[in-house]
T-cell receptor
Framework: DAKTTQPPSMDCAEGRAANLPCNHS???????VYWYRQIHSQGPQYIIH???NNETNEMASLIITEDRKSSTLILPHATLRDTAVYYC????????????????FGTGTLLAVQP | SAVISQKPSRDICQRGTSLTIQCQVD?????MFWYRQQPGQSLTLIAT?????????ESGFVIDKFPISRPNLTFSTLTVSNMSPEDSSIYLC??????????????FGPGTRLTVL
């Protein structure tokens, strides 16, 4: 699986958009970009994933560059409850014959939402 | 998404003892996994729990230390054997897929916080 690079920490003001970047320059054609977050000592929470098109759900938006070498997770209106470690992970999807279901977690980005 | 529960939610144990952690899902799932998160660290996959056969362990993890059972499609256990303080971690189970359905999202349980004295 390809590796990802994320900044170790970011701050964001409450009510503003939080934009979390991720580099995955060695991503393969059949690998998706997944985002999870972990609020202090809880189990990771799935946020969103995508292949090459931009995706949006009730939690966030995922913007993937055309060359797929990087992506940005956008929380449109950050709240204090969004303070967490955000993990960007690339993984082959079983829809594309991905042989592994492993999620390989890096160190993530600690997002601190400030009041 | 599946509802996943773990028991116990936390425990404090003495070195040399063993603890069995349970993971229960409210629906049948194809894949079940066990992860470890050491203090201040990210998650590391321990093994894939296979129904009806031995678990598949990742490098650095062995069956004698972390025996795993998976008797059916909704339940799995992880035992941490002969514990030492270095085993103090959060242990998490995760699940993915459903029988006959290909899905591509993994969901996590709330975790079990283990402290070994």
């Amino acid at each position: 699986d390809a590796k990802t690079t994320q900044p170790p920490s970011m701050d964001c003001a409450e009510g503003r958009a939080a934009n979390l970047p991720c580099n995955h320059s060695t991503i393969s054609g059949n690998e998706y970009v997944y985002w999870y977050r972990q609020i202090h000592s809880q189990g990771p929470q799935y946020i969103i994933h995508g292949l090459k098109n931009n995706e949006t759900n009730e939690m966030a938006s995922l913007i993937i560059t055309e060359d797929r070498k990087s992506s940005t997770l956008i929380l449109p209106h950050a709240t204090l409850r969004d303070t967490a470690v955000y993990y960007c992970i690339v993984r082959a999807s079983p829809f594309y014959g991905g042989a592994t279901n492993k999620l390989i977690f890096g160190t993530g980005t600690l997002l601190a939402v400030q009041p | 998404s599946a509802v996943i529960s773990q028991k116990p939610s936390r425990d404090i144990c003495q070195r040399g003892t063993s603890l069995t952690i349970q993971c229960q899902v409210d629906s049948q799932v194809t894949m079940m996994f066990w992860y470890r998160q050491q203090p201040g660290q990210s998650l590391t996959l321990i093994a894939t729990a296979n129904q009806g056969s031995e678990a598949t362990y990742e490098s650095g993890f062995v069956i004698d230390k972390f025996p795993i059972s998976r008797p059916n499609l909704t339940f799995s256990t992880l035992t941490v054997s002969n514990m030492s303080p270095e085993d103090s971690s959060i242990y998490l189970c995760s699940v993915e897929g459903a029988p006959g359905v290909i899905t591509d999202t993994q969901y996590f349980g709330p975790g079990t916080r283990l402290t070994v004295l």
